[in-house]
């Protein structure tokens, strides 16, 4: 009995191998380098198109797609890579191929990739504004909201980092921001400096007239507590724009 149902086993495996065989769209037929897996591990991660990164995110395919072809037509879908990080539960799930699972796991990428950025952030300067890691952070913080937030990084007085808070959080175009609560918890932080920022959801990276007043504000509050801002940046889709750079803080 045992002999016959490896027998069978074995023919069942010679049956799959035959039909993957005869398959050239299944993954284990592609040339080695094109294979999302070896090519980065031969080539590094930076050569992959963003359907091959999302295809090792996603691991397997579906019946009769493959998982390349699958992350293609998911791109496709959503329309950027940006638009599947930013889904919310609901819209990601009920795509094919896709579920909780890969949610969850997705959001710990993200959360991961946030924290990565921050511990790598408080080792650096941050009165160097411009500063590739400074900007990676905001950038990984608030691009993706759907609304708009503004968030403050209190510095030490050697313009390290203390903490990143979100506190005011406002509709598509618009968000009301207070002095006196960004002067209370530059006191609470025990802060010497700041860097404001915020995000336009647009995608406009430009300083409107309220984004300069509302500046100019906080800059006058906080000087009574001695505490200086050292920039305001904004992020609006992959990009910055620093006040400081545009000579704008004073």
Excluded at 2 to 30: D, H, R, T
Excluded at 44 to 66: H, M, P, Q, W, Y
Aim: hydrophobic residues 45%.
């Amino acid at each position: 009995m045992l002999k016959e149902l490896k027998l069978k086993k074995a023919k069942l495996n010679e049956s799959v191998l035959s039909k993957s065989s005869l398959n050239p769209n299944a993954l284990k037929n592609w040339p080695e380098l094109e294979r999302p897996r070896e090519k980065l591990v031969h080539l590094g991660s930076s050569s992959l198109s963003d359907a091959e990164l999302l295809a090792i995110f996603l691991r397997t395919g579906v019946k009769g797609c493959n998982v390349v072809d699958l992350a293609r037509q998911l791109l496709s879908s959503f329309g950027s890579l940006a638009a599947i990080l930013s889904a919310s539960q609901e819209d990601f799930c009920k795509r094919h191929g896709l579920g909780t699972a890969k949610y969850v796991q997705l959001q710990a990428c993200l959360e991961m990739s946030k924290r990565y950025l921050a511990e790598e952030l408080k080792e650096i300067d941050c009165s160097l504004t411009s500063s590739k890691a400074t900007r990676d952070y905001l950038l990984s913080e608030l691009r993706l909201e759907s609304r708009e937030i503004f968030a403050v990084l209190f510095l030490d007085n050697q313009h390290k980092i203390l903490t990143f808070e979100r506190l005011f959080f406002g509709t598509l175009n618009a968000a009301a921001v207070y002095p006196r609560v960004v002067v209370e918890q530059a006191l609470k932080h025990h802060a010497a400096a700041v860097i404001l920022t915020h995000n336009h959801p647009s995608g406009v990276a430009e300083a409107s007239l309220a984004d300069k007043q509302i500046t100019e504000k906080l800059i006058q509050a906080l000087q009574l507590i001695d505490v200086r801002v050292l920039d305001h940046i904004i992020v609006a889709g992959n990009q910055c724009y620093s006040f400081a750079e545009h000579n704008e803080i004073f």
